[in-house]
């Protein structure tokens, strides 16, 4: 049983294009993360959702939206893509005031050409 | 807000001999420090966790670390590593706050 799961696991679109990436965690973590990995491995967080709650937007782009349908959930939108937007981005959850760790998932590795 | 800076970008070691990845964190507040491991094209992996009390904590595969607060250093160590430990690893701090923060990762490579 994969506790946090990252669809799809290889994403390569063009410019310009909308994609989705979802994640989904049965752990029942009550606050969800995503991160974003560049090509020299820095981990950057994005956004964090408690219970369906936004609580942390860091400076990205507003081309890229969160949505959290419920607290098992995060997904990630992302409209007109750009060349900059190609990394490896991680799903995370995480219980309480996340003392106990952030279970990841294994990456959506997302290519822009 | 709290930060990290993990020390060496990089660290070649040969098989079995002892290895320590570096971590200073600055934070003006308690803070949960962490270690994170990441294999080739696989998420992470948490290793070990220091949240109060003993200031040495053990982790998985034999690895531990050491919070020493006055130095404001959180090292890892292994006292004999094998070719299957090379893998990136990651140093974070976290608050109370929920918003973990990672340092810019160490690239362990272990040598035969």
């Known amino acids: 049983d994969t506790a946090v799961s990252q669809t799809p696991k290889y994403l390569v679109t063009q410019m310009g294009n909308d994609k989705s990436i979802k994640c989904e965690q049965n752990l029942g973590h009550d606050t969800m993360y995503w991160y974003k990995q560049d090509s020299k491995k820095f981990l950057k967080i994005m956004f964090s959702?408690?219970?369906?709650?936004?609580?942390i937007n860091e400076t990205v782009p507003n081309r890229f939206s969160p949505k959290s349908p419920d607290k098992a959930h995060l997904n990630l939108h992302i409209n007109s893509l750009e060349l900059g937007d190609s990394a490896v981005y991680f799903c995370a959850s995480s219980q309480g005031t996340g003392s106990y760790g952030y279970t990841f998932g294994s990456g959506t590795r997302l290519t822009v050409v | 807000a709290q930060s990290v800076t993990q020390l060496d970008s990089q660290v070649p070691v040969f098989e079995e001999a002892p290895v320590e990845l570096r971590c200073n964190y600055s934070?003006?507040?308690?803070?949960?420090l962490f270690w994170y491991v990441q294999y080739p094209n696989q998420g992470l992996q948490l290793l070990l966790k220091?949240?109060?009390?003993?200031?040495l904590v053990k982790g998985i595969n034999g690895f531990e670390a050491e919070f020493n607060k006055s130095q404001t250093s959180f090292h890892l160590r292994k006292p004999s590593v094998h070719i299957s430990d090379t893998a990136e690893y990651f140093c974070a701090v976290s608050g109370r706050n929920n918003d973990m923060r990672f340092g810019a990762g160490t690239r362990l490579t272990v040598k035969p």
């Open positions: 220091y949240l109060s009390g003993s200031t």
């Open positions: 959702y408690n219970n369906k709650e936004l609580i």
């Open positions: 934070s003006s507040v308690s803070v949960y």
